[in-house]
């Protein structure tokens, strides 16, 4: 109330009570509350406890920082970490270079209907059903009758066993995520270029015949918001990157395509040792909030 | 207009792009209108004669119809619920200042970016516990942890564009906040909610992980079901592919109708 009597020029303006933005909070609050912050409580206590429901004779004891010693000393969980980033680093400068070529074209003028057709059918992958991409996954990658080796043959290279081979199971979700979201690399570009204002545009393309420099020194600027929102957003994504590999391919063969949230989900619901899986997930959570905090520092400051 | 390599090169890269975002989504829906023998033949056969027995099959399979059922009763339930949650959080978040604003936010987009797995574990060992297992209630609530964010945010956004000139007006003639609310709010923000409706549902549609750990034979969803045939030696390629389309089908309409918002909707709004 203090606050308002300081500014007595908003008081006419205002008209609700210091409670009023509450009562409306209340709701989405609280119950966001009961069905998430108090299951991460409750993850970081099973955490500090040994948890296998496979074995329930053994009681659920608590033992301290047990769990997380095991898990930082579990060289799988560093690899399925490794292969996470190595599944980054691969997709995003294919789909970040794909998208920008894409948003290009989409940019020019001319073209009308094919124009619209192509943004249009962009959002066919982005609304796919994940589990689904997988399932496509796995005809079009099958050995034996698989397009993906047709085509091969059709190029003059032999066929692949892509499913069965450690490296062409990770080539193969390399390239189904590469199918998915690049038409999202192409949106968020797209969207930066069309903020470029039109005689700014102009008067850069009379100046220069060079379509280089125009990228460069023209639109570049307008992209790098939505770049840096790409780096962020895609590495949150590749961290909980779940559906489309294990419809695909399980994590195997061997560990090929053991991504971080598919090896928590094997420890979890497959060992059912709930204690270390806790412990992983809960490490995964400290990265993703970090993630988090780094994505609404660099971003929501330039927008507000 | 005159032909230049120019253009020409253009529409070249336009029906590559095409082709690229279509192919995979084709050679789904045109194996789910082939026999088995079509399917597994190789070199692939690319003209055919289309049969309908994939989908009779899959229509004729309680297990499929009851998942696409479970699918749709906990898609619409948790978005209607996101809506009724999340519009009234974002008419405060668009209008009042308050502490702890930006904590709440920062909230909300770490439910974006969350993984999964995360809260599966504990909401897992709480569902045994409560004996809530394999119900259509769990499953409601916990794809509120991403829906309520998206809804919060996008509805946000559309009630600070309202112009405050009417909200002025209806005070004068006495109305309160929830009057404002619900009298001027509701139906000038109706479109922003329509998307942020649509993409909840979508989310909510696709899900796997939660479905997949939360669920075990009654409330078994569409994407769980249509996985669960990728099991055995002799697969049923036809009414895998069938089902993936019966799935697929839906969201990919409603996608097409908030196309424009898709970016927004995947970024929280982050680029404009």
Redesign the interface.
């Known amino acids: 109330m203090t606050r308002m009597t300081s500014q007595p020029k908003l008081r006419p303006?205002r008209?609700?009570g210091r409670w009023?933005?509450?009562w409306?909070?209340a709701?989405?609050?609280f119950?966001?509350f009961i069905?998430?912050i108090y299951?991460?409580i409750?993850?970081v206590v099973?955490s500090f406890r040994r948890?296998n429901?496979a074995r329930p004779r053994d009681g659920f004891p608590f033992i301290g920082l047990e769990n997380y010693i095991s898990v930082l000393t579990d060289g799988t969980f560093w690899a399925s970490l490794f292969l996470t980033a190595k599944f980054y680093i691969t997709v995003l400068p294919v789909e970040i270079a794909l998208g920008l070529?894409?948003a290009l074209?989409?940019h020019?003028t001319?073209?009308g209907f094919?124009?619209s057709?192509?943004?249009?059918?962009?959002?066919?992958?982005?609304?796919?059903?994940?589990?689904?991409?997988?399932?496509?996954g796995?005809?079009?990658f099958n050995r034996?009758?698989?397009?993906a080796n047709?085509f091969l043959?059709a190029l003059g290279i032999g066929g692949l066993d892509w499913l069965g081979s450690q490296s062409g199971a990770f080539a193969a979700i390399v390239i189904?995520d590469i199918?998915q979201w690049?038409?999202?690399c192409a949106?968020?570009f797209l969207?930066?270029l069309s903020m470029v204002p039109g005689e700014i545009e102009e008067a850069a393309r009379l100046e220069t015949s060079s379509k280089w420099a125009l990228l460069k020194h023209v639109q570049l600027p307008y992209l790098m918001?939505?770049l840096t929102?790409l780096l962020i957003?895609r590495s949150?994504d590749v961290?909980?990157l779940?559906?489309m590999v294990?419809?695909m391919t399980r994590g195997g063969p061997g560990s090929a395509t053991d991504l971080?949230?598919i090896y928590?989900?094997r420890v979890?619901?497959r060992i059912f040792d709930?204690g270390t899986?806790?412990a992983q997930?809960?490490l995964?959570?400290v990265i993703?909030?970090l993630?988090?905090?780094l994505?609404?520092r660099v971003?929501?400051k330039e927008?507000n | 207009?005159r032909l230049s390599s120019g253009?020409i090169l253009?529409?070249l890269?336009?029906?590559a792009?095409?082709l690229?975002?279509?192919f995979?989504?084709y050679?789904?829906v045109s194996?789910s209108f082939k026999t088995q023998a079509d399917?597994?033949?190789?070199?692939?056969v690319w003209v055919f004669t289309p049969t309908l027995d994939n989908y009779r099959e899959i229509f004729a399979d309680s297990k499929v119809i009851g998942a696409v059922g479970n699918s749709l009763i906990i898609a619409t339930a948790t978005t209607a619920l996101a809506v009724?949650?999340?519009a009234?959080?974002a008419?405060?978040?668009a209008?009042?200042e308050?502490r702890g604003k930006s904590d709440?936010?920062?909230?909300f987009?770490?439910?974006?970016?969350?993984?999964?797995?995360?809260?599966?574990?504990?909401?897992?060992?709480?569902a045994?516990q409560l004996r809530m297992l394999d119900t259509h209630l769990v499953l409601i609530?916990?794809y509120?942890?991403f829906n309520?964010p998206i809804v919060?945010w996008i509805c946000t956004d559309q009630f600070k564009s309202i112009p405050p000139d009417l909200e002025?007006a209806a005070?004068l003639d006495g109305a309160d906040?929830f009057t404002i609310?619900r009298k001027i709010y509701l139906p000038l923000g109706a479109p922003g909610i329509a998307v942020s409706a649509i993409f909840s549902f979508?989310f909510s549609?696709?899900?796997?992980?939660y479905a997949?750990?939360l669920t075990r034979r009654d409330v078994q969803t569409a994407?769980v079901v249509?996985?669960s045939f990728?099991s055995g030696y002799e697969l049923p390629?036809g009414k895998?592919?069938a089902t993936?389309t019966v799935?697929?089908l839906p969201?990919?309409i409603?996608?097409?109708i908030v196309?424009r918002h898709?970016?927004r909707g995947?970024?929280m709004?982050?680029?404009?």
Do not use: C
């Open positions: 303006n008209g609700y009023t933005p509450f409306f909070l709701p989405a609050v119950t966001l069905i998430g299951p991460t409750f993850a099973t948890y429901i070529m894409i074209l989409l020019k001319g073209m094919l124009k057709l192509a943004r249009v059918t962009l959002v066919v992958p982005l609304a796919t059903t994940y589990a689904v991409v997988g399932l496509i796995r005809l079009i034996d009758f698989g397009v047709w043959d189904m199918w690049t038409p999202f949106l968020i969207a930066g918001p939505g929102a957003l949150a961290l909980k779940f559906d294990f419809v971080v949230s928590i989900q979890g619901f709930l899986a806790s997930a809960i995964l959570l993703t909030v993630l988090s905090r994505y609404i971003l929501y927008v | 207009m253009t253009h529409a890269g336009l029906t792009v095409i690229f975002t279509l995979p989504f050679w789904m194996a399917i597994l033949a190789s070199p692939p009724l949650l999340g009234p959080a008419f405060a978040l209008r009042y308050f709440l936010w920062f909230w987009i770490s439910n974006r970016m969350t993984s999964p797995i995360v809260l599966a574990l504990p909401v897992y060992i709480l045994l609530l916990i509120l942890t309520l919060v002025q005070r906040q609310f979508i549609w696709n899900e796997l992980l997949l750990v994407p249509a996985t990728m390629w895998i592919m993936g799935i697929v969201v990919t409603f996608a097409l196309s898709m970016v995947l970024t709004g982050a680029t404009k």
